[in-house]
T-cell receptor, first 123, second 109 residues
Framework: GAVVSQHPSWVICKSGTSVKIECRSLDFQATTMFWYRQFPKQSLMLMATSNEGSKATYEQGVEKDKFLINHASLTLSTLTVTSAHPEDSSFYIC???????????????????FGPGTRLTVL | GQNIDQPTEMTATEGAIVQINCTYQTSGFNGLFWYQQHAGEAPTFLSYNVLDGLEEKGRFSSFLSRSKGYSYLLLKELQMKDSASYLCAPMDSNYQLIWGAGTKLIIKP
């Protein structure tokens, strides 16, 4: 239980293009989804927190116009990296947290369950 | 401020037991999570402690002392596949996880 998927697993794009990453909770309703970025051998860095139906809350230093987050349903959030540049190359990971009814067996409330991540390379 | 202190790296032998310690300071506290992260992969959830004491789950156990701001993860019967980073992540009063750099565990045969 508590499965989160991400698509695509990896993407290579040219500088200046936009890339959309999808995060889905497959067997539970995610009231909150989180987007992280991780550079090699560094800690997870929270980029933003999104609650279904409302605007995302961005961490200090994260450009909201560059990293567009949409959380339109209880099972889907998307992160769009607009006008990507080589310095945006990183490992992007989403996580989902569910509360209330409909939880799969073994799932713990308040726990963030992570997707497998998306490796973005901008040329 | 909020911070987490874990050893940067530990080495243990296959079949042995290892204890990874974590001390933390947070603004409020709503429990503490342990995650495992293999190189190049996303973290996976291992355990959650909200009350003092030991939580056992198979080969892995996690302990919490809220008054001391201290937790540990105990791994028994180590296997080569346990080589990974282990992340201690307390949850603050805003229900946000606080992340440190984690402990890289190296298992030797």
């Amino acid at each position: 239980g508590a499965v989160v998927s991400q698509h695509p697993s990896w993407v290579i794009c040219k500088s200046g293009t936009s890339v959309k990453i999808e995060c889905r909770s497959l067997d539970f309703q995610a009231t909150t989804m989180f987007w992280y970025r991780q550079f090699p051998k560094q800690s997870l860095m929270l980029m933003a927190t999104s609650n279904e139906g409302s605007k995302a809350t961005y961490e200090q230093g994260v450009e909201k116009d560059k990293f567009l987050i949409n959380h339109a349903s209880l099972t889907l959030s998307t992160l769009t990296v607009t006008s990507a540049h080589p310095e945006d190359s990183s490992f992007y990971i989403c996580s989902a947290r569910g509360l209330g009814t409909g939880r799969p067996t073994g799932m713990i409330s308040d726990t963030q369950y992570f997707g497998p991540g998306t490796r973005l390379t901008v040329l | 401020g909020q911070n987490i202190d874990q050893p940067t790296e530990m080495t243990a032998t296959e079949g042995a037991i290892v204890q990874i310690n974590c001390t933390y300071q947070t603004s409020g506290f709503n429990g503490l999570f342990w995650y495992q992260q293999h190189a190049g992969e996303a973290p996976t959830f291992l355990s959650y402690n909200v009350l003092d004491g030991l939580e056992e789950k198979g080969r892995f156990s996690s302990f919490l002392s809220r008054s001391k701001g201290y937790s540990y993860l105990l791994l028994k019967e180590l296997q080569m596949k346990d080589s990974a980073s282990y992340l201690c992540a307390p949850m603050d009063s805003n229900y946000q996880l606080i992340w440190g750099a984690g402990t890289k565990l190296i298992i030797k045969p």
